[in-house]
């Protein structure tokens, strides 16, 4: 069943096609990876499928509700309560301890529980870091503050802009060992990455250029 469609999604600046009529399934369960050169739309689908931007053309279909049809109030919901977004760039709240930072997801779905903070810590190995400012932490630690943040509320979808981009080896396979235990969980992943082997890590690769969907390769086929 696909939990995520995109049909004919096309996002326009003027004469500039970031995205070009775009038709994508993503099934429940599912990791996909999305790859290209710098400029062909990745981020543009990301924003558009985390609903943090909308398409001039097409419409996207999100576990069975077409975004297009919700107020603006609802797609944030939807953002909080169904999307967990990982950034490269880590976006974690200078003044807030580890802890705190995974607790500000919360609060904007329920009431905020330190001890189900403390656990999503604990789930990538920070328990013992959890009172500690962003500047105390080293980049791996940071991102994955920022994985514990995105799935303190369960989301169905998990979407990651270049997660591992900022990452020395031993953080990046920490990252991505966490990444394989949420695909066998069961959570659907959309990956956007310019390594290799992130992208082979995925059951399916996607691939963009100039804004086109041009390539699908299918790995999970490939490995067997």
Request: with cysteine.
């Amino acid at each position: 069943m696909a939990l995520l469609q995109l049909s004919g999604v096309t996002k326009s600046y003027g004469d500039l096609h970031a995205l070009y009529d775009v038709t994508l399934n993503v099934q429940a369960g599912e990791w996909v990876s999305v790859v290209g050169p710098s400029g062909s739309g990745k981020s543009t689908m990301m924003n558009i499928i985390g609903c943090l931007d909308s398409p001039t053309a097409g419409s996207v279909v999100l576990d069975g509700t077409d975004l297009a049809t919700m107020s603006a109030s609802r797609l944030t919901a939807v953002r909080r309560q169904t999307i967990g977004l990982i950034f490269q760039k880590f976006h974690l709240v200078s003044h807030l301890t580890a802890v705190e930072n995974v607790m500000v997801a919360q609060y904007y779905h329920s009431v905020p529980e330190r001890a189900e903070a403390l656990v999503a810590l604990e789930r990538v190995g920070l328990r013992d870091r959890a009172h500690h400012l962003p500047s105390q932490l080293s980049g791996g630690e940071q991102q994955r503050v920022c994985i514990a943040r995105a799935l303190i509320n369960y989301p169905q979808l998990v979407l990651a802009d270049e997660p591992t981009g900022n990452l020395d080896e031993a953080n990046e396979q920490l990252v991505l060992d966490f990444f394989r235990q949420l695909h066998a969980d069961g959570t659907t992943l959309v990956v956007v990455t310019h390594d290799p082997v992130v992208a082979g890590l995925a059951d399916r690769q996607i691939v963009l250029d100039h804004g086109r969907l041009v390539r699908e390769i299918d790995n999970a086929a490939a490995r067997r």
